[in-house]
């Protein structure tokens, strides 16, 4: 057995989950490769080569993988597939674009959104939005595996010395061609990784409202999140969306501002350590999972809470 691991990253940097994702991967087998798929990714390789639990990296480099196109990549990862008995990514929208295209090709099942290893072919996962858990085991001989980053701890950096070697690329599918990336740049700690997120729902009432919510997110060092409604309204772009459709969080301390908790949004952020709720209605389902509940006109207990912060004059990294 050994497993292989699609690196996530930008050509540049490793994305932080590729670290939560290595930790479950060591944990279906010890012996653990990388392959690093992409342009000019000599320093994502070594960065990786680090890791401690990873065994070898294998470097694809090519014009062709610059923009970590799903097409691009399945191809070459079916080249490598063979050697190995499991196919890893993280099930965030790198992977879920990813997996389910190596999986077809491979024609097995893929099994998705691993929160626990139980062994090398049982694995535990959410289902119905997070409300019940699922023992899956699976008999194909070959597994394409997904994860859940944020159930694993991010593998640490240093002390590993895997060797790097050099891969062939596959090649470049023809019906595609890349036209523009849009990307979001924002000074503000991910949605995904950051320690503390502050989130609005349609309480908000409209866009301009959320500046309530930045401001506050700016004296925290915290991301910003929405829900559903308040995405589907236009307030805020839906890449700020947690739950079921959207991003799943489990920051140190989580606050959900005019959301009432709807088991979609529950599923995106109930695991976070600490949740604190803001709403006016004192019968809204998220104070059934909040740990503080302040029953409140968020008008008011917003600027409220800004001007406590500001006397603390601190922002907390
Ligand atoms: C298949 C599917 C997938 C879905 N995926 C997601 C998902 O990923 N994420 C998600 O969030 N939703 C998702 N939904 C939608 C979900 O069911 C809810 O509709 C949505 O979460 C509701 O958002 P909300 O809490 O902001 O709005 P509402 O349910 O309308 O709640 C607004 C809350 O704001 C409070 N409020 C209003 N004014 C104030 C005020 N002045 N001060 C304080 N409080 C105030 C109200 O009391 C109320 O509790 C999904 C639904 C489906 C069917």
Redesign the pocket.
Known sequence: MSVLLIAEHNNKEVKPFTLNVITAASQIDKDLNVLVIGNKTEEVAKFISKVPNVKKVINIDNAIYENYLAENFASVIIKYAKDYSHIVCAANTFGKNLMPRVAALLDISQISDIVKVISSDTFLRPIYAGNAFATVKSSDQKKCITVRPTSFDPASLSGGTAEIVKGESAESFSLLKFIKREEVKSERPELGTARVVISG???M?KAENFKLITAIADKLNAAVGA????VDAGYISNDH??????KVVVPDLYIA?????????L??MKESKIIVA????GE?P?FSIADYGLE????EALPKFLEELNKLNTIQK
């Open positions: 729902g349609r309480g009432q829900s559903r409604a308040a969306q947690v739950g079921q459709t959207g501002v005019g959301i009432s908790g709807a088991i979609q949004h599923a995106g803001i709403n006016k209605d809204a998220i409140a006109d968020l008008f």
